[in-house]
């Protein structure tokens, strides 16, 4: 929650107590969701300036590291094909295969996850974003 979200609703009441004219205070709140969005957008544009900036950069490894990232998450979301099969053929070797699977993923770091989101949200929305814009395709 940004600061100016924070004070969206104080500053509203105010608003209300001090301006009599309804018209006037509607046109004092409107300018106070202008300037909270633009604050916002701003944030949001430095954001995906600093995501561009990777995805355009000559380095291969820079450029294609959060692709690649998702890549290996579809590999592993798609292994489900094929322990299903085995689940139908050896129950027994699925379970096991299930236990250390689940076991691992349990050992791997919370911010590794979260790392993975932030990723793969930043580089959906700087794709889309490049898309709307023209510059991909």
Do not use: H
């Not at 205070?25 to 409107?30: C, E, F, M, V, Y």
């Not at 592993?76 to 299903?84: S, V």
């Amino acid at each position: 929650m940004s600061i100016i979200e924070g004070m969206l609703g104080p500053i509203a009441g105010i608003i209300d107590k001090i301006i009599p004219d309804p018209k006037a205070r509607d046109a004092a709140k409107l300018q106070l969701i202008k300037l909270q969005g633009s604050q916002d957008m701003e944030i949001l544009r430095t954001q995906l300036s600093a995501i561009l900036a990777e995805a355009q950069s000559a380095d291969p490894w820079t450029s294609r590291a959060r692709p690649s990232f998702s890549y290996v998450m579809y590999a592993m979301l798609l292994w489900a094909i094929p322990m299903g099969l085995i689940a139908a053929l050896r129950p027994e070797a699925a379970a096991n295969i299930a236990a250390g699977m689940n076991a691992y993923l349990n050992g791997l770091p919370e911010p590794l996850y979260a790392l993975f989101g932030t990723g793969y949200v930043g580089y959906t929305v700087a794709r889309q974003w490049g898309i709307s814009r023209g510059i991909e395709k």
